[in-house]
Nanobody, 114 residues
Framework: QVQFVESGGGLVQPGGSLRLSCAASGSIESIYAMGWYRQAPGKQRELVARISSGGSTNYADSVKGRFTISRDVDENTVYLQMNNLKPEDTAVYYC????????WGQGTEVIVSS
């Protein structure tokens, strides 16, 4: 069974940066498309960024130009570099397969506030 462990969240001021990590175990995840999702308080989980097995990327309009998704095949890890953070980015961030979604992990919390 595949497991995803998110890390790297924290409290930052508006305009700051964070780098989130998603470590996969239990299977070879480098061959699958992966996505970063987030869930803000009182709202549904939404897709933020996606990376295909071939390396192509897609982003939600709200984060385009500020966030970058990437992967390290050898380390079996997916990253989300977040720059110029805004209060609207406050949420718990999760990673998962884009297709055939696995069970959700604990996520990592990002709080953007002055």
């Amino acid at each position: 069974q595949v497991q995803f462990v998110e890390s790297g969240g924290g409290l930052v001021q508006p305009g700051g940066s964070l780098r989130l990590s998603c470590a996969a175990s239990g299977s070879i995840e480098s061959i699958y498309a992966m996505g970063w999702y987030r869930q803000a308080p009182g709202k549904q989980r939404e897709l933020v960024a996606r990376i295909s097995s071939g390396g192509s990327t897609n982003y939600a309009d709200s984060v385009k130009g500020r966030f970058t998704i990437s992967r390290d095949v050898d380390e079996n890890t997916v990253y989300l570099q977040m720059n110029n953070l805004k209060p609207e980015d406050t949420a718990v961030y999760y990673c998962n397969r884009y297709y055939l979604t696995n069970s959700w992990g604990q996520g990592t919390e990002v709080i953007v506030s002055s």
